[in-house]
């Protein structure tokens, strides 16, 4: 017998890989203008500090980042987690509490291990992240989509569903949200925090946005309204120190976080403690804070130079305007199919991912998601000037 | 309602955490002379050269390194693999054959997440590698026990278990197993290869500790005895390099690569591109060969010292004779209990892992595991000489 006559696990059925890795194969064109993609800007990355602590930390520190560290998580990194969370989330986190993971993807795929069941229920934003679509796929869930408006999941149908379906975890990207860029209002956290603790559901709050604010007021995250311990807050250093060094970390009630640090141990035994070290001290030396700043600063005219391509696009129905994140969210007149658009733009040189791949029954073909971090505010201004040509024709 | 009354993912039915663990947890006293874990020596860590290949790297393609990286792996590292696997496993590997791990642990779990229903049969040398048991059951794997003797697992038992229970997968440890230090022989690699590819089952050849090796001569692979595509090879560098940077490999044909490339999208996306790179330049610089060749210098004399303290060890029925690894594995007299015997040697200063813990179903309450990298060879006399008064007593 070969593997092509294997018979692969299950959970595979159904699951081709990410869609919008395909398009991304299409985007190795020189001089293409990429609005797919969600990577931070190279221009964010921080090399030369980043060398300096790792060489630092390797010659200090060498016998001990370098041998097998605990599950748990790297305790300098642990505790200059607590600070940072409390200013940034306002969460009062413990050492207890945290488990630095392999980038926030880990702990999605962490808290699905430690929860669900092939065919149990998970509420999802309509539209929402792809990636951890596929993860809760990959568990056999069951997506039960809620749509979202202008201020985020909307918690009465949120409700409803609950009630109809219940669900083992909802996921919800409160702030600057992937793909639409909304924030959840105030309100609405509280709810749902109010609702995780009345009806027994996990909430899974995925926040890797929300330090790059360019405009408004930061809002608490979920967690702060968390008084059962029912909220597992994701938190992911990849938008605003680097992705390549895979850290993030899982802010959970130890209960919880009992059963995705036994869930860890087969999955990577531990986050690379280099890696680990490295996060611990941008916080510990406030790097982070200034770092940011300048990020934002950044990413804030790129945003703005979008929105102004957007504002005067041609076939545009409606655009969100967020106030931070990496994305907009936009819809084509009725009946138009951004998918279709799409090629058209790619062949001049310009590129975008449809929306309907960010919702979990598709649909929404007049949709798309554009990314403003990836390309210079001369470039956005060329983009979406190709954009508006194939949009208009 | 609060995490003490939720209902967690029924995969840890059964499941409550490494017990070696709760072992380790014994030996944070100063002094102890610990030959319980699995840890390469502290002294085997190249902590400045290491500082300075990050600093080199970051410096030079930082913008690389930082960003996110493709699922698939670092390109340089997967280049620098194929001559390296040639070499030390005698197999041809192409970059469609590679994938990066976070460990090979994560090998073992993309395998795992690959291949493995609920039910589904995985048998395993007795004793095995309790971590990876843990790994299958988390999947829900049958867990079915084959003995092994001085040559590795008996392949005639190992056929009779196939053709009665219908494994999905055979996980085997063909050098220096861990916990008993023994190597697999030639004539059983080739059965085990030929028993894979006639009947249909994937072999996860687990093989760390091959370059090891401090008598005798290297064998070929399973792998490299493998015409069908049905031998997955999992390396790591842990043993060789730094646990703590988390890379290993996986070395399988491209289908079964398929679908654990599409598991690790969503496990952690990718494995942090610095730690990736880090390996890549020790094999390209030609920086492994003489680091192992210092490191088996050491391991020898430390094994040797244990090998004799355990000739006139009192209590000692049997022991093994490894000819490389970390581990020998012993066995008191009939009768004997090595887990009441252990605490009585920690009071005492030293400690070991009771076999027991290393049978997929427990029993041979007299055996015990023993690690000779993390002390010196003066900690080991003085550790045996612990062990022969209380095992005499």
């Known amino acids: 017998m070969r593997p092509e006559d294997l018979v692969f696990a299950s959970r595979f059925d159904g699951i081709s890989g990410s869609a919008i890795r395909e398009i991304f194969k299409l985007l ?4 293409m ?5 969600g990577n931070p800007s190279p221009e964010s990355f921080q090399c030369d500090l980043c060398a300096e602590l790792a060489r630092e930390l390797l010659s200090s520190k060498g016998k001990v980042l370098l041998q097998y560290g605990a599950t748990e998580g790297y305790l300098p990194l642990k505790e200059a987690l607590v600070p940072y969370i409390r200013e940034s989330f306002q969460v009062e986190a413990t050492t ?20 669900i069941n092939p065919g149990d229920a998970i509420i999802v ?34 409700e409803e569903a609950i009630l109809r379906e219940h669900p083992k975890m909802i996921y919800v990207i409160p702030t600057f949200q992937n793909p639409t860029g909304r924030t959840l209002s105030l309100e609405r956290r509280k709810k749902i925090a109010a609702l995780a603790e009345k009806y027994g559901v996990v909430v899974a709050e995925d926040d890797p946005y ?16 968390d008084k059962a311990g029912m909220v597992a807050l994701l938190g992911s250093f990849s938008k605003v120190i680097s992705p390549g ?68 696009c041609a076939g545009i129905e409606s655009y969100t305007r967020p106030e931070g994140g990496l994305f907009i969210f936009a819809a084509l007149k009725e009946g138009m199919d951004a998918k279709e658009k799409m090629m058209k733009c790619v062949e001049k040189g310009a590129a975008y991912v449809p929306g309907t791949h960010f919702y979990a029954f598709g649909g929404h073909e007049n949709t798309l998601r554009l990314n403003f971090s990836m390309s210079s505010v001369e470039e956005i201004a060329r983009g979406m000037a190709i954009l508006d040509s194939v949009f208009g024709a």
Chains 1, 2 share one sequence.
């Open 28 to 31: 190795a064109v020189p001089g």
């Open 125 to 158: 934003e309509d539209p929402t992240f792809l990636g951890n679509m596929q993860c809760m796929k990959l568990y056999e869930a069951r997506l039960v989509p809620v749509p979202s408006d202008e201020e985020g999941m909307d918690t009465d149908k949120l």
């Open 96 to 115: 207890d509490t945290l488990l630095p993971t392999t980038g926030s993807t880990q702990g999605m795929d962490l808290l699905c291990k430690a929860l």
């Open 210 to 225: 929300r330090d790059l604010r360019y405009k408004g007021e930061a809002l608490e995250s979920i967690k702060h309204f």
């Open 245 to 312: 060094l895979r850290v993030g970390f899982l802010c959970a009630d130890p209960l919880i976080l009992r059963k995705c640090t036994i869930g860890k141990q087969s999955s990577d035994v531990h986050t690379a403690l280099l890696n680990q070290a490295i996060v611990a001290e941008y916080l510990r030396r406030d790097l982070l804070r200034p770092h940011v700043a300048e990020i934002c600063a950044m990413y804030k005219k790129q945003m703005e130079a979008m929105l102004e391509g957007l504002s005067h």
């Open 33 to 37: 203008i990429s609005f797919a993609g």
